[in-house]
C-alpha cells in the first residue's frame, strides 16, 4: 500500500493507497469548527429572479449562523444557482445585488466553461466568470469541473487547471464529481490530487460524492501529509460525516437546512458532547434525502426545484419555480412531498429548541 506522495503516479488507484482505508472513526475531530458553504439558491417568480426572496433566504440563514456561532460563506452561481442556465449579465447581477445587500461575508462564485465548443480544451473558457466574479469584495472562485478538461489524461488536467489557476487573483477551490452526477465525470486520482493541493492559489477543495467515500480518501490523505488544502465535502448524502471530520461542508442541502446544520455543529463541539446530536444528524439526512432523492434517470439534479418548495413551506420565499430554462422538474405533488419530508425535522427541531425553522 502506498503511503508516501512520491510514491503516487498519475493513474494510481486510490485503493493503493493507505487513504482508502481510513476509516471515519479515526478522522473524528470533536474541537474545529470550519464553516458552512452554503450554495445558495436563487429563486424564481413569474419567470424573473425573485430578489426579495433571494435575501430573505440569506438573511434566514445568516440569523442561524449567528445564532450558533458557524462561519457562513454563501456560494453563489453554482448548480443551485444555476450557473448552467446564466448569462453573463444575470451572472454579475447576482454578486452586485449579494454585495449590496451583504457586504460582510465570504463569497464562492461558480466558474466554468463558457462558449466551450469542439474538442479542445481551452482555459479561457473560465475567463468570463473569472473577470466577474474577481471585481467583487470578499471572494473566493470554485473552479466547477466541465466536460472537456474532465477528459483530459490526468498530467494534462492537471497542467489544464494550472492554466485556469493564470488567470485566478483570488483563493480557489477545485471541484470534483462522481459520475453519478454526471456520466462523464471522473473524480481526482490521489496523485491530481496532491498536485492541484500544492498550488499556492489553491485553498481547497470540493468533492461531489453518492456512491464512494472519496470524501474520507480526501480528509486522510490531507491530515497525513499535512497539506495546507482544505477538504469540502460535496456530498448531501453524508452530511454528518463532514460535521464528525471538523471539516467544511459545501452543499446545496446547506440551504433547506440550514439552521439544523448550524444546531449539529454546534452540538458536535459542546463538552459534554450532547448525543441529542445523532438523533438531529437523523432528522437532517431523512430531509435531504427526500430532497435530493434520485428521478427514474438515476439523476437528482431536481433537488433545486424541491429546495425551493421547501423554502416556500418555510415562509422564506413565494414561489417554488426555477428558473425557466432548466429542465429539471419535481412533479405537481413536491409541495406535499416536502411537507412530509419536513414533518420529522420539524419535530426534532421543537425538542432540541432549534429557532428560525418551522412553517409558515
Not at 88 to 95: K, W
Not at 316 to 341: K, V, Y
Request: glycine fraction near 6%; proline fraction near 6%; include cysteine.
Amino acid at each position: 500500500m502506498i503511503t508516501q506522495a512520491k510514491d503516487l503516479l498519475p493513474d494510481t488507484p486510490w485503493q493503493e493507497t493507505i487513504w482508502s482505508q481510513a476509516s471515519e472513526e479515526s478522522l473524528v475531530d470533536h474541537t474545529s469548527r470550519p464553516r458552512l458553504c452554503v450554495a445558495t439558491l436563487l429563486p424564481f417568480r413569474n419567470g424573473e429572479p425573485d430578489w426579495e426572496g433571494f435575501e430573505n433566504s440569506i438573511r434566514w440563514m445568516l440569523r442561524a449562523g449567528e445564532h450558533y456561532g458557524v462561519e457562513l460563506v454563501f456560494v453563489l452561481n453554482a448548480d443551485t444557482g444555476y450557473i448552467f442556465q446564466l448569462d453573463e449579465t444575470l451572472y454579475a447581477e447576482v454578486i452586485r445585488r449579494f454585495r449590496a445587500a451583504f457586504p460582510e461575508p465570504t463569497i464562492i462564485c461558480g466558474t466554468t466553461a463558457v462558449g466551450a465548443t469542439g474538442d479542445t480544451f481551452r482555459a479561457d473558457w473560465y475567463r468570463p466568470h473569472l473577470e466577474i466574479a474577481q471585481q467583487f469584495d470578499h471572494v473566493e472562485v470554485m473552479l466547477m469541473t466541465s466536460q472537456l478538461l474532465n477528459e483530459l489524461p490526468t498530467e494534462k488536467r492537471r497542467d489544464a487547471y494550472f492554466d485556469i489557476l493564470e488567470h485566478v487573483e483570488v483563493p480557489a477551490i477545485v471541484h470534483a464529481l462522481e459520475p453519478a452526477f454526471v456520466p462523464w465525470a471522473t473524480p481526482f486520482s490521489p496523485w491530481l490530487l496532491h498536485e492541484l493541493a500544492q498550488h499556492e492559489k489553491v485553498v481547497g477543495g470540493k468533492i461531489s460524492t453518492l456512491d464512494e467515500p472519496h470524501f474520507l480518501y480526501w480528509a486522510a490523505m490531507c491530515r497525513d501529509l499535512g497539506l495546507d488544502f482544505s477538504p469540502h465535502s460535496g456530498d448531501d448524502y453524508g452530511i454528518a460525516t463532514a460535521i464528525k471530520l471538523g471539516l467544511p461542508l459545501l452543499i446545496g442541502a446547506g440551504v433547506s437546512a440550514c439552521p439544523l446544520i448550524c444546531a449539529a455543529k454546534q452540538m458536535w463541539t459542546s463538552s459534554p458532547l450532547d448525543t441529542s446530536v445523532y438523533k438531529l444528524f437523523e432528522a437532517i439526512q431523512s430531509l435531504e434525502d427526500a430532497v435530493f432523492r434520485l428521478d427514474g434517470n438515476e439523476s437528482a439534479a431536481a433537488y433545486k426545484h424541491s429546495t425551493a418548495h421547501v423554502l416556500k413551506l418555510l415562509g422564506l420565499i413565494e414561489s417554488a419555480e426555477i428558473h425557466p430554462a432548466c429542465s429539471d422538474r419535481r412533479g405537481a405533488d413536491e409541495a406535499q412531498r416536502m411537507q412530509e419530508a419536513l414533518r420529522r425535522p420539524l419535530r426534532v427541531a421543537g425538542r432540541l429548541d432549534i429557532p428560525h425553522f418551522s412553517l409558515a
